[in-house]
């Protein structure tokens, strides 16, 4: 069985940081691009950042570009959302999504099931003082 589990959410304060973690299990990571996703209550989803899995290339959505980085360590089947500066509108459900290979900016941005095969179930993020 495919399956993706996030963790490392939790509270912290703004201006902090968190990492998380997207791993992998039932299949190898090394083949498939990674996209971290989150949706706040009552918002749309929103794609925050991707992987391709080839060449690693990345995107980000602008609001979270250059306080957020995504990298994989394929040897771990893992792959990892390092953020950074936190701001209380980053305060959401951050879910991670497999597809085959490569990601694009427009696949991210969509955050559509159709676009993504495997998606985990999330883990909470909650930016407060």
């Known amino acids: 069985q495919y399956q993706l589990v996030e963790s490392g959410g939790g509270l912290v304060q703004p201006g902090g940081s968190l990492r998380l973690s997207c791993a992998a299990s039932g299949f190898t990571l090394d083949r498939y691009a990674i996209g971290w996703f989150r949706q706040a209550p009552g918002k749309e989803r929103e794609g925050v950042s991707c992987?391709?899995?080839?060449?690693?290339?990345?995107y980000e959505s602008d609001s979270v570009k250059g306080r957020f980085t995504i990298s994989r360590d394929n040897a771990k089947n893992t792959v990892y959302l390092q953020m950074n500066s936190l701001k209380p509108e980053d305060t959401a459900v951050y879910y991670c999504?497999?597809?085959?290979?490569?990601?694009?900016?427009?696949?991210?941005?969509?955050?559509?099931?159709?676009?993504?095969?495997?998606w985990g179930q999330g883990t909470q993020v909650t930016v407060s003082s």
């Open positions: 992987i391709s899995s080839s060449d690693g290339t990345t």
């Open positions: 999504a497999a597809r085959p290979y490569v990601c694009y900016q427009k696949v991210l941005s969509r955050g559509s099931d159709v676009d993504w095969d495997i």
